[in-house]
C-alpha cells in the first residue's frame, strides 16, 4: 500500500478517533458501539504497527478518555485513573492470561467482576469522612462532583477507617429507573437518554443538586485508588472490605484458578446478563494478589494486570414493516426503520437509525424484511444484516424519497457527501427542529417548551419563526388542553429568563452547522460581539485558535444568508445577549493566549477568564502550541505537565497575570 495512502488513513483514523471520544466523554453521546470504537483504535494500532515512521501519531491511543467539562472546578487525582484494555474474543483473555504466566511462572489465579455500564467516579476519605468525589476526568485530574455524590443513598458520607483512602466504582442507572425516566422525558416531549451509562454521565454534572437527588442514581465499588495504609492483599480481600465499609459492591463477583473456571464465569453472564437490575457490557478480569499487580505494572494507559472481556453485542431478529424519513434543523433528510417491536438488551425495540440514502442501498432493503438489529446498550439500534432468504416474492424495495416529507420541496446532495437535504429554508419540520434545538438545556435552556408543545404551537399559528418564541400570547397558551395558567406563567418567565443567557449559548442556539457548544464558546471569547463576527471573512476565522476551514466556511455562509441577518436583527431587538459584556479596560494582552488549571486563591476560574479578555487576552481551551501562558493555582492537573513539555509556554501565577495586567503591583 503508498506510504502516502497509508498516512491519510492514519490521519483519517485520528480524527475519527478524537471526534467519537469527544462525543462519548465530553457529550455523553456516543453516535457508534463500543465494538465499532474499538474496531478504529484497533486498524489505528496495527497501522501504527506495520508502519513503525509514524509511530509519533500513535500518542492518542496512550490518553485516557477525557470527560472534563471546560471550565469546571478540578482536583487533581492522588493516584491516576487509568482505563482498562478490552478483549472481544476469550482467545483474547487466554492470551493475556498466558502473557503473564510465562512473565511471573505461574498461571495467575484472577478475580472475575461485572463490568458495569456507568460513569466512573473517585471517593476521598479522610478521618473517615468524605472529602469530595470527582469524575474520571482525563485520568490525571477529575471535575468535581461532591454534592451530586452526596445525594446517592447508597455511597456512605462516613466510614470507619481514619486513614486517607481513594474509593473508585461506577454510578448508574438501575434499568427500571431508567425506563421510567425515559418515559416521562417522552410524555413531557424531552429528548430521551440513548441509554443508561450516558444518563448517569449527564446526570452527574447536573447543577440542580435537588435534581439529581430525584433521579435515584446508584453505585458499585470495586478498586481503590491512593491508600495512606495498606488496604488488602488481594482484589478479592478488597471487595470484601469495601462491603464491611459499607460500599455496595457486586455481590456475583468469583475468584478463579484456571482458564476453563474463566471461560464459564464469562459464557454464563453473556446469556444471563439481562437478569441483572442493571446494565453489564462484559466480564473484568484481574490478577488477585495486590503484589503481583504492583510486579507487573502498568502501560501508559492500562494496568498490565486486568482486562475487560466485552460481551458481544446482542442481536435479535425483527420485521421492517416500512421506512420514514425525518427531516433536521439543517434540513438533513434521514430515514428511520420502523420495526415490529422486540425485546433487545433491556428495552423494547420498535424503531433503528438507517443514517442515510447509502445504507439502504448497502442493505439492499425490501418492505416486509426480517432484519437483524444490534443494540449494545449504548446508543439507537441498528440494523446490521437483512435474512434474504425469509424475503416474501414480489416485495417492495425501499427507496430513498427525492421530496421533502415535510413540505414537499426538491432534496439536494452535496458533493462527495452522504446526506440528503431539503432545498426549502421555511420548511416546517425544520422549523420545528430549529425550534427545538433553539430552545434546548444546551442553547436557551427553555424549559417546558419541549417537542410536543412546540409542535401545538406551530400548528396553531402561535410559533412561525425563533424570534416568534418571544411574542407568545400566554393567554391564549393557558386555555390550551393540559395547559393552564400555571404552566403558561411558568413558560413566560423560564423565555424571559433566556433573555440574559451568554453570547456563546445564544451563538450555539442559531444552529449554524458544525458550531458546538466548545466552539461557540472560542468563537464569542475571542470576537466578543455578533457584529465582529459577522465582520470576519474565513481568513479571519481560520485565524481563531482550533476553528478549521470547514468550520470557517460553515460561519461565513450562514451570514450571507438574508434571514439569518434578519433573524439576527430581531434577537437584538428582542434583548438578547449577542456580546460578551465585558467592558473592554485595555489592551495589555492584546495577542495574548491563556489557560488556567487548578484552583486560584482570589477568582473563580469564569471571571479570570472574563477579566483576561477585557483586558485584550484569549482564553483557548486546553494546551496547544498556541498557547502563550499557563495560569497555575492551586491542585493543577495535568495541563501543567502538558505545558512544561511544550516548553514554549510561559508557567505563570495568579498574581503574575494581575500584574500583567496592572491589577496588583509587582
Known amino acids: 500500500m503508498d506510504k502516502e495512502l497509508i498516512r491519510k488513513e492514519i490521519i483519517e483514523l485520528k480524527s475519527e478517533i478524537e471526534r467519537h471520544n469527544m462525543l462519548y466523554y465530553e457529550f455523553a453521546n456516543p453516535s457508534i458501539t463500543d465494538y465499532e470504537y474499538d474496531q478504529l483504535v484497533m486498524r489505528l494500532k496495527q497501522l501504527l504497527q506495520d508502519n513503525p515512521e509514524f509511530e509519533a501519531e500513535g500518542s492518542l491511543l496512550q490518553k485516557v478518555g477525557n470527560d472534563l467539562t471546560t471550565g469546571s472546578k478540578t482536583i487533581t487525582h492522588k493516584q491516576r485513573m487509568y482505563s482498562l484494555e478490552n478483549a472481544y474474543n476469550l482467545a483474547e483473555v487466554e492470551e493475556f492470561l498466558n502473557k503473564i504466566a510465562r512473565e511471573t511462572g505461574e498461571f495467575p489465579t484472577v478475580t472475575l467482576e461485572h463490568k458495569i455500564d456507568g460513569f466512573s467516579i473517585n471517593l476521598f476519605y479522610k478521618n473517615g469522612l468524605l472529602q469530595y468525589a470527582t469524575t474520571r476526568g482525563d485520568g490525571f485530574e477529575g471535575e468535581v462532583v461532591t454534592e451530586n455524590v452526596k445525594t446517592i443513598k447508597s455511597i456512605p458520607l462516613e466510614i470507619n477507617l481514619k486513614s486517607e483512602i481513594e474509593i473508585r466504582g461506577e454510578i448508574f442507572y438501575p434499568v427500571d429507573v431508567f425506563l421510567a425516566l425515559n418515559k416521562e422525558r417522552e410524555e413531557l416531549g424531552e429528548k430521551l437518554f440513548a441509554n443508561p451509562r450516558n444518563a448517569a454521565a449527564g446526570t452527574i454534572k447536573l447543577k440542580n443538586t435537588a435534581e439529581v437527588a430525584s433521579r435515584k442514581l446508584q453505585a458499585i465499588f470495586y478498586t481503590c485508588g491512593y491508600t495512606e495504609q495498606p488496604f488488602a492483599k488481594s482484589q478479592s480481600e478488597l471487595l470484601k472490605k469495601l462491603d464491611r465499609l459499607g460500599f455496595p459492591t457486586a455481590g456475583s463477583s468469583s475468584v478463579a484458578a484456571d482458564y476453563k473456571e474463566i471461560v464459564d464465569y464469562c459464557n454464563s453472564w453473556e446469556v444471563n446478563r439481562s437478569s441483572l437490575p442493571y446494565e453489564i457490557d462484559g466480564i473484568v478480569i484481574k490478577v488477585d494478589a495486590t503484589s503481583l499487580q504492583q510486579q507487573l505494572g502498568y502501560t501508559n494507559k492500562s494496568p498490565k494486570w486486568a482486562i475487560a472481556y466485552k460481551f458481544k453485542p446482542e442481536e435479535k431478529e425483527t420485521i421492517l414493516l416500512e421506512v420514514q424519513f425525518q427531516v433536521g434543523r439543517t434540513g438533513a433528510v434521514t430515514p428511520v426503520a420502523i420495526l415490529e417491536p422486540v425485546y433487545i438488551s433491556g428495552s423494547t425495540v420498535s424503531r433503528a437509525t438507517l443514517h442515510n440514502e447509502d445504507e439502504i442501498k448497502r442493505l439492499d432493503l425490501h418492505k416486509g424484511d426480517t432484519v437483524r438489529i444490534v443494540k449494545s446498550g449504548e446508543i439507537i439500534p441498528k440494523i446490521i444484516a437483512v435474512n434474504a432468504d425469509k424475503r416474501q416474492p414480489g416485495a417492495e424495495r425501499i427507496v430513498f424519497t427525492t421530496a421533502c416529507p415535510s413540505c414537499g420541496s426538491i432534496l439536494f446532495r452535496e458533493d462527495d457527501a452522504s446526506i440528503r437535504y431539503c432545498s426549502n429554508n421555511l420548511c416546517p419540520a425544520q422549523l420545528q427542529r430549529q425550534l427545538e434545538h433553539f430552545t434546548s438545556r444546551e442553547a436557551m435552556d427553555i424549559s417546558g417548551l419541549g417537542e410536543s408543545l412546540i409542535a401545538r404551537l406551530i400548528e396553531s399559528g402561535m410559533l412561525k419563526s425563533i424570534e416568534s418564541i418571544y411574542n407568545l400570547d400566554y393567554d391564549k397558551i393557558s386555555e390550551m388542553e393540559r395547559l393552564g395558567e400555571k404552566s403558561a406563567g411558568n413558560l413566560k418567565k423560564s423565555i424571559e429568563k433566556s433573555k440574559t443567557a451568554r453570547f456563546d449559548r445564544v451563538l450555539y442556539a442559531l444552529g449554524i452547522r458544525y458550531v458546538g457548544t466548545k466552539t461557540a464558546r472560542i468563537l464569542a471569547g475571542y470576537f466578543n460581539n455578533i457584529d465582529n463576527l459577522i465582520k470576519a471573512d474565513t481568513t479571519a476565522l481560520t485565524a481563531v485558535p482550533e476553528i478549521g476551514s470547514k468550520i470557517a466556511q460553515s460561519i461565513w455562509d450562514y451570514f450571507q444568508i438574508p434571514q439569518n441577518m434578519a433573524l439576527i436583527s430581531h434577537l437584538k431587538n428582542i434583548g438578547l445577549q449577542l456580546s460578551s459584556h465585558q467592558e473592554k ?60 513539555a511544550l516548553k514554549s509556554v510561559a508557567i505563570i501565577s495568579e498574581n503574575e497575570v494581575l500584574i500583567m495586567m496592572g491589577i496588583n503591583e509587582e
Open 585 to 644: 479596560q485595555s489592551d495589555v494582552l492584546q495577542g495574548k493566549s491563556f489557560l488556567i488549571t487548578g484552583t486560584l486563591a482570589n477568582y473563580e476560574r469564569k471571571a479570570m477568564e472574563e477579566l483576561i479578555i477585557s483586558h485584550g487576552g484569549k482564553i483557548l481551551s486546553s494546551v496547544s502550541k498556541n498557547l502563550n501562558f499557563l495560569i497555575v493555582g492551586e491542585n493543577p492537573g495535568s495541563k501543567l505537565d502538558k505545558a512544561k
